[in-house]
């Protein structure tokens, strides 16, 4: 009896191991796939051929791209591949007849979708009734013009494609319905294209100024191309736009009807699951109806909201039954490897046989059950997910307009005290010359002082742009200063000051703008706060450094007060209240000062005067870094990568870094990113304004890259305020620096952020042991990572993508992944998408939600508890940990 019972087991077993599905080969011929409801009937028809468990559905595809005789060629090609079945959507009637009645002739069923040819040699046509589409629209267009009380409209109807039925069909039942209402239409012709819509609107109202009261588009694609063009001009009235298709996608009819960019749609589903099952069942010997008729109705802003949200609830159910369909396969792979073996072990002995596969049985079941309970977990609510959206949206758009207006408030605050200054000393040269017209050659003289200063007024610069211009040129500094002393000796003398420039010929590299405005202000406030005695202006110079001084026996600074006096808004308590001033002049010295790669310091005592010194070295870092490939790294050194476009700003940074750090530059945005990609260095410094690619676009691109998002990011910025600074950190910068700073400072910042991120690689990295070491397999795993990267936040991404990308059979894709990381390929994008959540915890502020969308989960509460499984606690406490 066990000899009988082992052999009809090994019997059983050997039929299954060899037992196959079945192929059924269904040919799908698409007329265009450039909108999102030709793309949802794409979708659909994958999707619904991917949920068929009794036979393995083949679905060849071709777009036919509106072209007639392409999609002749297509439906050849497909009949010469032996196709059980023809699922087809005909460009145009007339011109495909033929074709698939040529089909049919040859014993293939037909299936018509959406679009009908001009003869009834098909098996099933599945659509819209588009005849019932046009009287339905017509009927909205009268019930929204008498709403509106609008007697004598003027009514556009904007159609598909001349030769397709539904064009045809829609346009008749609309006018018939109008004209029954004692009204007429004005008819373009289309192709169903959104950009051709837009044209043919724009050059209509270009040309004729029409004003229209309704408007008709055969699909919301053509009906959102009306309201964007009817937007565009200010002082026409929006008409009323009513579209058909009514899709519950990103950009489609329902999200328009909620958003008010169009008044309604007509539903047209696109029918692509219905037309695949009417194929299966031709293939498999059913019986279908010839003619299937989808369901029709009126949208509004009274059932838009309700019917998006039901398309989602089942989007997301569709998207659980393919994860749970996939989970299925890789499990029957798995089991159909060990009937194998067990079929083995079943030669030798008999009863041990029959303990494994009853063993096997078990679990089988038992994980069946498993899968079939993670079914039932709670959909997410989206609706309170977009009112926190909205309101986060409201907030920030609140601390902009803040941020925005103290922007402004600084910017006015640097140009009055430049401008106050020029227009004093504007002042008093008009008074000299008024008191002295006597005297032509003084005349002369006071006027050319006025010229100066007006000249100096209308060339004035941008106090608050990202890098002050510094021009140095080779010249004689003594010079230059006499010249701007000549400027204050009307003033001095005004107030009956003594004042004494004594200077010597330094010939150097320096930018004459800068000494201008740095000496302006401090011979301004010399004046200003000398009553009696002297004013003197000092050029001297040593080896290395050149010194400008200038002095007065004015009322002086206060000991504690002198180091305080350069921060902005900061001015003495010894300061005469009723001067204007916002103590800015100061600051904004030593700002430029520092440019310069000098320093300005300050000497005082109370009654007696004060004396300010800069220094300024004599050799400027005047020299562009040259070109280098970085061939020549050391390997043992941390590498800084440094984005800045101001050649002696990136040559000073070089400077600081090289002698501690592998250093790799340029000059622009775009170069940065390939040399990251490239070099993958440990830490990036970056400008915010630069040629081609700005800092925060860098951000966002490394950001966006899981392969370089790990990568800490420390952005330059001369730009004050806080609005720039939260657009770095939403694209990913971990710290700010301002300019100007001191090399302690960068180097500071540096070494902080390489040592919190070596902290960050260690405790977030997942582990994924690869067991191959060929360059071979290497490569196949980067193309592998490489493609599912380019869609990780895609949660409708299937097994079956990779398959089609790599050209490979799901078993022996499956094994080959597996001998090389041991993970199953649903483990393996498991874990990249966990690793790459991990990194945006650490680097944002994003909610776990949002987390979760943006790696491709689309139920939070499962990536909240396979995020546990990989990493022992939950995204909330990943985050927590890294920020104590």
């Given amino acids: 009896m066990k000899l009988k019972i082992f052999i009809l087991l090994v ?89 698939i009645e040529e089909v049919k002739s040859k014993g293939i069923h037909v299936v018509v979708i959406d679009r009908k040819i001009t003869s009834d040699h098909f098996d099933a046509f599945i659509g819209g009734n588009n005849l019932t589409i046009g009287r339905l629209a017509g009927e909205m267009s009268i019930d929204l013009l008498n709403k509106r009380k609008i007697t004598k409209p003027k009514i556009l109807s904007i159609t598909g494609l001349e030769g397709s039925s539904p064009a045809q069909e829609r346009q008749k039942g609309f006018e018939d319905v109008i004209n029954e209402n004692g009204l007429t239409t004005k008819v373009i012709k289309s192709d169903w294209k959104k950009q051709t819509a837009r044209k043919l609107l724009d050059s209509i109202n270009k040309l004729h100024y029409d004003y229209y009261d309704l408007i008709f588009a055969h699909n919301d694609e053509m009906a959102r191309a009306a309201s964007d063009v009817y937007n565009s001009y200010s002082s026409v009235k929006k008409p009323i736009i009513i579209g058909v298709d009514g899709l519950a996608t990103e ?7 909620n958003k008010g960019i169009i008044s309604g749609t007509i539903s047209y589903p696109p029918s692509g699951a219905k037309a695949l099952r009417l194929a299966f069942d031709l293939a498999i010997g059913k019986t279908v109806d010839k003619y299937n008729y989808q369901k029709t109705f009126k949208i509004d802003n009274k059932n838009a909201n309700t019917l998006y949200y039901e398309a989602l609830r089942v989007r997301v159910q569709q998207d659980k039954l393919k994860s749970l369909i996939e989970s299925y396969d890789s499990l029957s792979i798995d089991i159909k490897e060990k009937n194998e073996v067990i079929l083995w072990i079943s030669i030798l002995s008999g009863l041990l046989f029959i303990s494994v596969w009853t063993s096997i049985y078990y679990i089988y079941q038992k994980n069946k059950s498993n899968y079939l309970l993670r079914t039932k977990q709670e959909v997410i609510n989206h609706q309170n997910t977009e009112i926190s959206q909205n309101r986060d949206q409201l907030i920030s758009a609140l601390k902009q307009m803040e941020e925005i207006s103290e922007v402004r408030t600084q910017f006015f605050s640097n140009i009055s005290h430049e401008f106050k200054n020029l227009l004093a000393l504007m002042s008093l040269d008009i008074e000299k010359v008024i008191a002295d017209s006597s005297t032509k050659s003084r005349l002369s003289r006071y006027l050319s002082m006025i010229n100066s200063n007006l000249n100096r007024l209308l060339t004035y610069k941008n106090l608050d742009t990202n890098a002050y211009p510094v021009e140095l040129k080779y010249g004689n500094l003594g010079e230059t200063i006499n010249e701007i002393g000549e400027n204050f000796k009307l003033s001095v003398e005004a107030k009956k000051l003594k004042f004494k420039i004594e200077t010597t010929s330094v010939f150097t590299d320096f930018d004459a703008d800068i000494i201008q405005k740095v000496l302006s202000n401090l011979l301004s406030n010399a004046i200003k706060y000398t009553v009696k005695g002297s004013i003197s202006v000092n050029l001297n110079e040593d080896q290395d450094y050149i010194y400008i001084t200038i ?32 103590g800015i002049g100061l600051h904004f010295c030593k700002s430029l000062i520092n440019l310069m790669n000098g320093e300005i310091a300050v000497k005082s005592q109370l009654n007696k005067g004060s004396t300010f010194t800069i220094s300024l070295p004599k050799k400027q870092i005047t020299q562009e870094l040259e070109k280098s490939s970085f061939t020549d790294l050391d390997k043992s050194k941390t590498t800084v990568l440094i984005a800045e476009d101001n050649p002696h700003i990136l040559a000073r940074i070089v400077q600081i870094l090289e002698y501690k750090y592998n250093v790799i530059y340029t000059n622009n945005g775009i170069d940065a990113y390939e040399l990251i990609n490239y070099h993958q260095p440990d830490i990036i410094i970056s400008d915010i304004l630069m040629p081609g690619m700005d800092g925060i676009q860098l951000c966002q691109k490394l950001f966006d890259n899981p392969a370089t998002i790990n990568i800490p990011i420390l952005l330059l910025s001369a730009v004050q305020g806080d609005e720039i600074r939260t657009q770095g950190y939403q694209t990913g910068a971990d710290s700010f620096l301002s300019k100007p700073f001191s090399s302690d400072t960068l180097l500071a910042r540096v070494e902080n952020l390489i040592r919190k991120y070596s902290k960050t690689k260690i405790s977030s990295k997942i582990d994924i042991t690869i067991t191959s070491k060929s360059e071979e397999d290497q490569i196949f795993l ?103």
Avoid at 21 to 40: A, L, V, Y
Avoid at 41 to 63: C, P, Q, R, Y
Wanted: proline share 3%; charged share 30%; glycine share 4%.
């Fill in 782 to 884: 980067n193309s592998i990572s490489d493609f599912l990267y380019a869609h990780i936040s895609d949660y409708n991404f299937k097994i079956e993508d990779l398959l089609k990308e790599f050209g490979m059979s799901r078993s022996k894709f499956y094994r080959k992944l597996k001998s090389l990381v041991k993970l199953s390929p649903n483990d393996y994008i498991r874990k990249l998408r966990l690793d790459y959540a991990s990194q945006i915890l650490i680097k944002t502020d994003f909610t776990i939600a949002e987390v979760a969308y943006k790696v491709g989960f689309s139920d939070v509460k499962y990536f909240s508890k396979i995020f546990k499984k990989e990493f022992g606690v939950t995204p909330s406490e990943f985050k927590d940990n890294y920020n104590q």
């Fill in 551 to 582: 002095s007065d026996t004015g009322i002086g600074i206060p000991k504690n007060e002198q180091t305080k006096i350069f921060d902005r808004h900061k001015r003495s308590s010894m300061a005469n209240e009723d001067k204007d001033s916002f």
């Fill in 11 to 99: 019997f059983i077993l050997g039929c299954d191991s060899k037992n196959h599905k079945s192929e059924i080969k269904i040919g799908f011929s698409q007329c265009i796939s450039n909108d999102e409801w030709r793309n949802e009937m794409n979708n659909e028809i994958f999707t619904e051929a991917g949920l068929i468990v009794s036979h393995n559905v083949n679905v060849i595809f071709k777009d036919a791209k509106a072209n007639n005789e392409l999609q002749i060629k297509h439906v050849k090609e497909l009949i010469s591949e032996n196709i059980d079945v023809l699922i087809i959507s005909p460009n145009e009637s007339e011109p495909l007849t033929p074709i």
């Fill in 251 to 257: 950009n489609g009819g329902l999200e328009m009807i």
